[in-house]
Structures are given as structure tokens and as C-alpha cells.
């Protein structure tokens, strides 16, 4: 389970570096620039997550698979941009895949260090989604989640999910796989329907 | 007296909320964006503090009441916006007083970790001031306090005064209380008669 | 040895000072909106290290130095402005020398606290380049190392050499040396023939 989970992790910072170095697009970065976005795409959330809860070093500092991962990312991004590009539907379902296993890690990670449930599910949220927003910030942009579809939104709900089956639940991997189902099932539904937040005016 | 300064600090953070989810106007954030935006305004400065100071985790994840004072924030402002707007004067009071509440905390939590006065000064000016900068940075602005009136600079007045008022008075609610007066009365006076600092050119 | 290495490193955080109050030129910065950039630039790429690896609190924290050599930066700036602005070269030697350093004791600071020499040699380039990047993203712009010349690439070559070079040399003084003339060379012959990095596109 643990291994799977961290296999997860794995694609999932791979498919989040090619989401960062895809954003440099249009803004004449060079392959550095591209690279540095790829880098705080995939790891900024777990690395935002592991500051606030004092976690230090942060994970990817030891583990260099997360590196090499990324860095697999950035080079798929240069040789085989024109294939990536109409994959989208592949792309949504990896990168849903992979706000649950980053929101459920996260989570995990607070827990084992004695944080607040509700706490928690806003760190497992915050591993999933800061990483964009530093993304968007730092090319210039109002990050997107900020005003798209339901996507933090889904990871919070997944959150709350993994700990209320938590209570019920002997078997992690049945708690798993349900926090997943249910934040597929939100954004599918979300983007099916067109479900939006109300705005702030 | 600590008490007294605690429910300060959580009307400061409830007040710092309402400026955060505020920014989100004209921006067509939905209520997540100015949720997360109201968020960081409010522990922004106290988070940033916290970690380079290195007391970890942050203040905020060990105490559910930030979460709820930023919550509650959102919720009036989301509800009663048309009624918040014009209130311009009690805000300005109760965010003046809020700066120099997180100014006195946040220096008071440097130098209990035997940080050096001068940069306990600067660590409590960073308390009260940075979390507007992150709100102006996500928002793709320039930070406001960078041209704007005389505003970090009564937090590092306040901070000098309530280090050298530490020498001579032996109560604490004394400091406390000149400390906020000082930083009142440079905001008030900057406001009434213009001042500006010197601009860099 | 390390004597030099500390001046080298005050040095080179007067001339980041220097050039973080300098960005705030046109966009109507007040002088503490530039005391707030050239603090960011000169100490930037230095706190994100040392909270990546978690050396806590953050250096210059400790060490009131860092803060004169800043606050010296922003008072040449204010004064000298228009005798600072045609050294060019001047500004590019030392600037160069400056991330040389910067990089070096990143470096060594991570090894010290037993992090892989991989992510040592990206610490070293964080420390050397970040704080470009925190003061950019401040005042609006898309960093210029993300589409800029040869610059983080020098870093990480010098990190690599310095690595290297200490596999072999027995004298720190050596290692140092070639390292930092590896950055210069590099930058000086990038500029010389117009070197750029391929484009992400």
C-alpha cells in the first residue's frame, strides 16, 4: 500500500512538472526557467506543507527520485511537447489521480506529527494545490484555483472523506481508494455539470 | 494582559480577513480564492516570522481559533460586503490597532527565542506587514506598503518604543499600551498631514 | 580562508542590496519598498536555502552584519545613484564573484548538514539565484533568470567543479578558487558570444 502510494507520488510529481513546464509556453522562458517552474509546481505544495507543520528538510531534499522524476518531466516537456499537448483528457485523469495522493499524503504527514484533524485536511489540501498557485504567481498570473473550477474545493472534501472513513475503515487501502473515487468524482462532476463556486463579487 | 493581547490578536486576524477577502474584488475570484487570499493576509506575516525565527510548526496550525476568526471574516464579508465598505474609519482603527498588536507579539516571540532587539524589531514589523504583501503579490500587484503611506515604518517605531519603554517600565500593560498609542498616533498624523517617506527614484 | 569567504559574502550582500533597491527605479517605490526589495534580494536566496534544508533560524538572523551590509546597499543607492548606475562592469564583477560565494557556502552548509551532493549543488544555485527571483515576482515581473543569460547555469556549473575539484584537492583555497573562476568564466564568455539556453518554446 505504502509502496503504491508512493508510486502514486511519483506520476504524480511527473505529470505536475510537465503542468509547470508547459506554463512557461508563450513567455519565452528558456529550458532553466521551464525547469525551475516544473520544480515548484510538483514539489512547492509538499514543501509549503512541510514548512507549516516543521517537517524539515523537506522530503524531496531526501529523496532524489523526486528529482529525477521531475526532471524526466521537463525532458518529455522538450522533445515531445507537440504529442503532450492533445492529451488532455489523460492529463486530467493523471493530475486528479494526483491531488489525491498528494492530498492524502499530505494529510497522513500532519497527522503523524500530532496536527489538528481539521488542520490536516487543510494541509493535505495545501501539498495538492500551492504548488500552482506559486506557478501562476511567478509567471505573472492570478493563479488559476483561485477562480476555476472545483479544485481545492474537491481535495478538502476528499480530506474530510479519508478522515470520517478513517473512524469506520480497518483497512488503509479501502480508505484510500475511496478519498480517490471521491475527488475523481468531484471534478468530473464539477466540469460535467459546470459547477462553479459563487464568486466574491 | 496576555489574555487581553490574545483576543486582540484574533480581532486583528478576524480584521486582516476581511482586507483579504476584500482584495479579491473586481478580481472575479470565487469564494475559494478569497478564502485562501483572506488566509494569508491574515497569518501571512506571523507565518513568515514563525519560520525565520524557526518556531515551528507556525503558531496557527496549534490553534483551531485563528482558523475560525479567518472564517468568520470571510462570512461577513461574503454577506454583509455593502455594509463593511463604507465603515472605513472603524476599520482603519481596528486594523491600526491589529498591526500593533502583531508587531508587540511577534517581537515579544523573537526575543523569548533570544533573537538579537534589532531584528526582534524587524521580525515584529514582518509580523505585521508581510501577510499584505503575499495578499498584493497573489493579486498581481506591487505590494501596497512599498509606495504607500507610512505604515511599516509606525510598526518599527512602535517596535523601538516598546523595546526602550522595556528598560524603564517594570509592567508590561504600561509598554503595551504606549506601544499602541505610538504606533496610533504615527498613522493618524501621517494620514492627516500626508506624510509620505522619500521615494527611491 | 573562511575569514575571506564571510567578506566576500558581506560584499557580495551589499552589491544584491544594491541591486534589489534598484528595481524598485520607475515603479514609485518609497524608500522602504526599496529597503524591503534590496533585503529580499540580498537574503532571499539564503532564508529559502536554510529553510529547504532546515538550518533554523535562517543565518542573518544571527548575524547583524548582514543587516549593515544591506542598509549600507540602500543608503549608496539613495545617495550615489547616479554615479552607481554606469559601473557596469564594476557591478558585473562583483555580482559574479558575489554568486560565486553565494554559491560555495550554500553548498558547503547543505553538505555540512549531510544533504545528498546532488541537492547540495541545488542549494547552492537556490542561494545564489532565489533571491532575484523573490524580488522579480515582487515587483511584477517574470524573473529575468527564467529567460535570461547563462546565470543559474554558471551557479550549477560551479557547484559541480566545486564538487569535483574536492574529490582531488586537499586545499579548500583551491577549490574555492577554481570554483569561482569556473562562474566567471562562463558568465563572461555567455555574454562575450551571446549565449542563451534553448527556448521551452
Same mark, same amino acid.
Given at each position: 500500500m505504502n509502496q503504491t502510494l508512493y508510486t502514486i507520488d511519483l506520476i504524480g510529481t511527473f505529470v505536475f512538472a510537465i503542468s509547470g513546464a508547459l506554463? &512557461?509556453?508563450? /513567455? /519565452? *522562458?528558456d529550458i532553466f526557467g521551464a525547469t525551475f517552474l516544473a520544480f515548484v509546481t510538483a514539489v512547492g505544495g509538499g514543501t509549503v506543507r512541510d514548512l507549516l507543520i516543521g517537517s *524539515?528538510?523537506? &522530503?524531496w531534499i531526501q529523496d532524489i527520485n523526486y528529482l529525477i522524476a521531475i526532471l524526466a518531466g521537463v525532458v518529455c516537456t522538450y522533445f515531445f511537447k507537440r504529442y503532450i499537448l492533445p492529451l488532455k483528457k489523460t492529463f486530467f485523469i493523471f493530475d486528479t489521480i494526483g491531488i489525491a495522493v498528494f492530498t492524502i499524503l499530505g494529510m497522513n504527514k500532519a497527522l503523524g506529527l500530532g496536527v489538528h484533524p481539521v488542520m490536516a485536511i487543510m494541509m493535505g489540501m495545501v501539498s495538492a494545490v500551492v504548488g500552482g498557485v506559486i506557478r501562476d504567481t511567478l509567471t505573472n498570473e492570478i493563479p488559476l484555483i483561485f477562480r476555476q473550477e472545483i479544485y481545492a474545493t474537491a481535495c478538502i472534501a476528499g480530506g474530510i472523506s479519508f478522515w470520517l472513513v478513517g473512524f469506520v475503515s480497518p483497512f488503509p487501502v479501502v480508505n484510500v481508494g475511496i478519498t480517490i473515487l471521491v475527488i475523481i468524482a468531484i471534478r468530473v462532476l464539477a466540469i460535467r455539470n459546470r459547477w462553479s463556486l459563487p464568486g466574491i463579487g
Open positions: 506554463a &512557461g509556453s508563450g /513567455k /519565452k *522562458l *524539515l528538510p523537506v &522530503g
